[in-house]
């Protein structure tokens, strides 16, 4: 008899989070449809802001009803649904499918905040998965929408392949990318501190390795960590990054564009609230905002950058990998996600150039951003960096 993918837990937790988001976007359509009714109902004008009001009468009553019998029909399903997963817990090291996996880190990345606030299942926390031990541990951090068994690909695992070449001991994080980059940040600054404290024999060197987002996420966890004097970062020798938007991404900045352009009508505001559901993770893309006070106390939807300057850390070798679609080193698409000079660290601005030396980058030509993960080009540039 062919053995289960999943255990009975594991698909309650999966179907308790499904089912919150199921309330939650029942909850945020009728919001927008009776928002839009009431604009309607009051014939505003076709551009300028409309502040929402409650519809009335009958009206109301439905918009009313339906928002309430949906989240008393979600709670009461959730309750039971909780009390059945407590009696069909898994076992601590029970695993679920890649793609299940994959799924789940998508929705992170593009829900991951509202799945904390909401105390959803689904939503992943900070966690750090290596096996053995070995004095050159090599942290790998994934990228938005991603987790960290998807640095297997097409067969090649970068961590792995340098793990078996020179001896690093890989460790692979895992977060909800739909945090703010700080907040990842400095719950992976936290992480390594502990583990690095416990770690069973000395560490001559510690490496790391970012991919798109992740690449951002370990400079605000160095970064952080030297503001609270953690001890990590003085092991810390080699840093790299593969195809990471240190001055944003463009489909972002177009995503905030559409965003604002919403808000112009009455009638088009309320879908700002479907534009509006990407996450604190992804809105930080638009700048490549590293700190909390690059966003504290603003919109994450205005556009204006006011990221503070965060210099490479001194003493620590850095190097970036740059995709290209094209055989040439042109073209503002880059590698499909992140345009050549944000991968580079190239900005107009002088103060917020990284000031990479001409040996410590790389444009991988023809390479899309995911290629990054399995280019044998790569790698080898990889393994003559950190040798």
Known sequence: MKKPSRRPAALIRDLRGGLRLITDGVGGVTGLVESLHGRIARVSPPLGQVADAPTRGITGLVYRSIRGTTGLVGAGLDAALARLQEQLQDAPDAQSGRRREAVVAALNGVLGDHLLRSGNPLAQQMTLRFQGSGPKPLLLIHGLCMNDQQWLRDGHDHGQA???????????????????????????????????????EPVEQLAIIGHSMGGLLARSAVQQALQRDMAWPLLL??????????????????????????????????????SGLRSAGITDLRHGNLLEADWVGESRFVGRDRRVVVPLPQGVGCYAVAGTLGRSDGGWLGDGLVPLDSALGRHTHPQRRLRLPASNHWVARGTHHLDLLSSPAVYARLKRWLS
């Open 162 to 200: 340098l793990a078996d070449e020179q001896g690093f001991t890989p460790i692979y994080a895992r977060y909800n990318s739909g945090l703010h980059i700080s907040a990842n940040g400095l719950a992976l600054a936290e992480e390594l501190e502990r583990l690095l404290q416990r770690w069973p």
């Open 237 to 274: 020798r080699r840093l790299v990054f593969l195809g990471s938007p240190h001055h944003g991404a463009p489909l972002e900045r177009a995503g905030n564009w559409l965003h604002q352009g919403l808000g112009l009508s009455p009638y088009l505001a309320p879908f700002t609230r479907l």
